[in-house]
């Protein structure tokens, strides 16, 4: 028996938690008692919030304990989520559904007087994530505790996640998102596992006692990291995985030594500095920002995961990593823990002494790297400069790890020297810098992309090099989105529905939802999925009024765009649409018309000058829509502020028309869409990302399509004249004069004239002017479309009825057989 286990009897004995309500109110009454110390005169929400996720708490601890005691008994693969970000959102009601206590806990609160709507609401969003990458992260956790996969995910405890938005005269302005200061009931520290982690210093070699060259890494400044665990509960299966998450901490020694010889005070705050590593999640999410900190971060996040994997195998197998890679993979979310490849080799050999062959061997065999993005400009690069006094040891590793790699290229392409430049690890010019996806891709057994169109054009265009040298690496793993939270807890009236008519087995196995189809026939059924709609959009209309002061009226078309805002995604063309209605209205060409109410919400990354100005255009342009008296109930727009997961979980269930248009060949998949589509909402999207894939499954004729392909795309740059584009077309000229004669910004003049340029540029990367004619007559049909409402609700339901594709629980069923080979563990 190890030191750390003890004899209680109890332990495995005890009785079980109840799952009725009753026991659900005795747990609530005995947490106000006895956790939380309060006397019946003093239980605020927010109390009665804590207590009822403890309730909740009580039942994931078993079923934690079960499911690691049996993936340790089971000894089999595991794999481990490597990534900087895991927007989590809300996490009570995901856990009542997931423990299928919905029906109970709304007893229990019911019989104790408690709305539970208020708890649900009292509890913070953990954003610990930007956006698509963060959720998608999210998502994979949840279908990976729902198939009894054994996945653990591994990323960062930020103080402060993604910021707070609020919009201010128009303008969007960032406030800190202090998550925790009312506390986390879901995280349990585990000071027992912490690890410390190495920075600066220097690398040296020396001979060990056998005589043999070696190299280790000395004089560092070292950092604790302390693991924090949450619980993700797999559905209705026992199943409860774990995500564990790091937090930095300053070592107890302080470093009087070199630095601080006498100053005391001054190496106290050195502290500060430890902490600072897992302060702040950085709010970029489409490019490089070359901070210290961030690199600082990644390796935090890489070294500390790792050297916790390699503690759980020494313990099992000691220090026999012949099977290792056999039973371990790490997927990297993008490139961002990639020095975990360097870090892998780094233990391995520095501390374990494998020789290069044998750690290259097992740390090419155990990384799988996911890439995100097709925009170059977000390919990662770390300067050398930066590496070489932060990561000394590491930069070796990269080092060594490029010239093998440039010695096998040679041999393969003899005397192309300039393919050797092309896909050398490091970068050479002014500064040398470190291609972090190529290091990525030498140092992964699979690549892959996250949706087909991605998968293709990654091979086609930025990783063609390397897919003409490992073709067999190289694959596509279309995203998806979790159906527990983006349909059975967010919609729970159209939930019902559809489990009175075909139960509800689509929430473990979503392609069940075809059964839908024949049902778009009845008369009845579509009458109740309106109702559902409807009172969706009741929802939605009511929090509109309130954050935003605008009417939304349940009547019109809910036309919705959330996402963060880049140009790439066009909530620029989306506007230009809006000023176009409102034009017509304007100029009385509004015969059969349908109303609408137009939402548009997400964040810029603070530093991006266009990104904010097209919040204010479409906040400038609100303004004047929305009260101008022959507009009316015709035409609303609202910018939607501090659009986050559990904002989404309102909007989704109410939209009618899901807006996905970016310029083709730019979204590398996109996720919202599916949120949208399984919510009965049609799409109205390029050809870009996911949303081909959406098109294939729903069928082109409940799909509206517009704009440019991704090889037309291609093809435009270079003879592209935006000018002749909006000349020759009416009603674009008018939108473009509209803009130019400050008519949405008549108390400052030359607001917008960086975005009125961007649209007449001839380098214009993002095309708008292009795609304009046809998105609005896509529009238009989309329009026509609605106000045949028979029609349009079977195309609706038949977006629901053909989502199964987009399960992350398919997601991860493929990633599971093409790449990490799991066997789900069972419990007993
Ligand atoms: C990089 C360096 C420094 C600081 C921040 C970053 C950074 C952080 C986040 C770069 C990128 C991100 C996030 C990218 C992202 O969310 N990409 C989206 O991923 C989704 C899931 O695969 C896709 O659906 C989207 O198409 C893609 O844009």
Redesign the pocket.
């Known amino acids: 028996m190890s030191k750390n286990t003890i004899q209680l009897r109890s332990l495995n004995d005890a009785p079980r938690v109840g799952q009725t309500s009753d026991d659900l109110v005795n747990g609530m009454q005995r947490h106000f008692l006895r956790t939380l110390g309060l006397s019946k005169a003093c239980i605020s929400d927010h109390y009665k919030y804590q207590a009822l996720a403890l309730t909740i708490r009580d039942r994931l601890m078993e079923n934690w304990k079960d499911t690691k005691e049996a993936v340790q008994e089971t000894d089999g693969k595991r794999t481990y989520y490597l990534s900087?970000?895991f927007l989590m959102g809300r996490a009570l009601g995901n856990a009542i559904l997931n423990l299928g206590l919905d029906e109970q806990a709304t007893q229990a609160l019911h019989d104790l007087g408690i709305d539970i709507e208020e708890m649900i609401e009292a509890e913070a969003d953990a954003g610990l994530g930007?956006?698509?990458?963060?959720r998608?992260a999210a998502c994979f956790i949840d279908s990976c505790a729902t198939l009894q996969l054994p996945v653990t995910g591994y990323g960062i405890r930020y103080e402060y996640g993604m910021f707070r938005q609020s919009i201010v005269d128009g303008f969007q302005q960032e406030s800190p998102d202090h998550w925790l200061r009312e506390g986390n009931i879901w995280e349990m520290e585990r000071p027992e596992y912490i690890q410390a982690i190495h920075f600066g210093g220097y690398s040296e070699s020396y001979h060990d006692d056998n005589g043999i060259l070696r190299s280790r890494w000395v004089g560092t400044h070292d950092v604790l990291a302390v693991p924090y665990d949450t619980p993700i509960p797999g559905y209705k299966n026992g199943t409860v995985n774990t995500l564990r998450l790091w937090k930095s901490a300053a070592t107890d020694e302080f470093d009087l030594g070199e630095f601080n010889a006498g100053d005391y005070a001054g190496s106290v705050a050195q502290k500060n500095n430890a902490e600072h590593i897992s302060m702040v999640l950085?709010p970029?999410?489409?490019?490089?920002?070359g901070k210290e900190l961030?690199l600082r971060q990644q390796y935090f996040l890489a070294s500390a995961s790792i050297k916790d994997v390699l503690r759980q195998w020494v313990e099992v197998h000691g220090e026999d990593f012949s099977e290792f890679a056999a039973k371990n993979c790490f997927q990297l979310n993008?490139t961002?823990p990639t020095v975990s490849v360097a870090e892998l080799m780094r233990i391995l050999m520095d501390d374990y002494r494998l020789t290069w062959d044998e750690s290259w061997a097992i740390t090419s065999k155990t990384m799988a790297y996911t890439n995100?993005?097709l925009l170059p400009e977000?390919l990662?690069r770390w300067s050398v400069r930066l590496f070489s006094h932060l990561l000394p040891r590491i930069l070796d590793i990269i080092y060594e790890i490029n010239a093998r790699f440039l010695k096998e290229l040679a041999k393969k392409y003899p005397g192309d020297v300039a393919r050797q430049r092309r896909m050398s690890i490091i970068e050479e010019g002014d500064e040398q810098q470190v291609r972090m996806a190529y290091l990525a891709i030498v140092g992964s057994f699979s690549i892959n992309g996250?949706a087909q169109l991605h998968s293709d054009l990654l091979v086609e265009g930025l990783f063609a090099d390397f897919y003409d040298l490992w073709p067999a690496k190289f694959n596509n793993k279309t995203?998806g989105v979790t159906q527990r939270r983006w349909m059975a807890w967010c919609n729970p009236s159209l939930t019902q529905l559809i489990n009175k008519n075909i139960g509800d087995s689509w929430i473990t196995q979503l392609d069940e939802l075809r059964r839908l189809a024949p049902l778009a026939e009845q008369a009845s059924f579509r009458k109740q999925w309106a109702a559902c709609k409807r009172e969706n959009k009741e929802t939605l209309a009511a929090i509109v009024q309130e954050e935003c002061g605008v009417t939304f009226s349940p009547d019109a078309m809910f036309d919705i765009q959330v996402k963060r805002i880049h140009e790439y995604k066009r909530q620029l063309l989306n506007v230009l649409h809006v000023i176009h209605l409102y034009d017509r209205i304007k100029r009385s060409d509004a015969d059969n018309w349908t109303n609408r109410c137009v939402l548009i919400g997400g964040k810029a990354a603070p530093g991006y000058y266009m990104a904010k100005k097209i919040i204010k255009l479409v906040n400038s342009v609100a303004e004047v829509v929305n009260n101008d008296p022959d507009v009316g109930d015709k035409l609303k727009i609202v910018f939607f502020p501090n659009y986050r997961v559990s904002a989404m979980e309102k909007i989704a269930p109410a939209a009618d028309l899901s807006e996905q248009i970016s310029t083709a060949g730019k979204?590398?998949?996109?996720?919202g869409n599916m949120k949208f589509m399984m919510n009965g909402a049609l799409t109205i999207g390029t050809l870009d990302?996911a949303n081909i894939e959406i098109r294939e499954e729903v069928g082109d004729e409940n799909f509206f399509l517009f704009g440019l392909t991704a090889e037309e795309v291609e093809q435009t740059r270079g003879n592209y004249n935006p000018n002749a584009i909006i000349e020759a077309d009416e009603d674009f000229k008018r939108v473009m004069n509209l803009l130019q004669s400050a008519h949405f910004n008549q108390f400052e003049l030359g607001l917008f004239d960086d975005v009125i340029n961007a649209i007449r540029c001839e380098n214009d990367p993002w095309l708008t002017a292009a795609d304009f004619r046809s998105f609005i007559d896509a529009q238009q049909e989309a329009a026509t479309a609605y106000q045949d409402k028979t029609q349009w609700l079977k195309m609706s339901i038949y977006n629901t009825a053909f989502s199964g594709k987009f399960s992350t629980d398919r997601t991860m069923q493929d990633y599971n057989r093409d790449i990490w080979g799991l066997t789900p563990v069972k419990l007993k």
């Not at 930007?130 to 963060?134: I, K, P, R, T």
């Not at 970029?284 to 920002?289: G, H, I, M, R, V």
């Open positions: 900087l970000e930007n956006g698509g990458l963060g998608l950085y970029n999410d489409s490019s490089e920002n961030r993008d961002h995100h993005t977000a990662e996250v995203n979204e590398a998949s996109g996720t990302g």
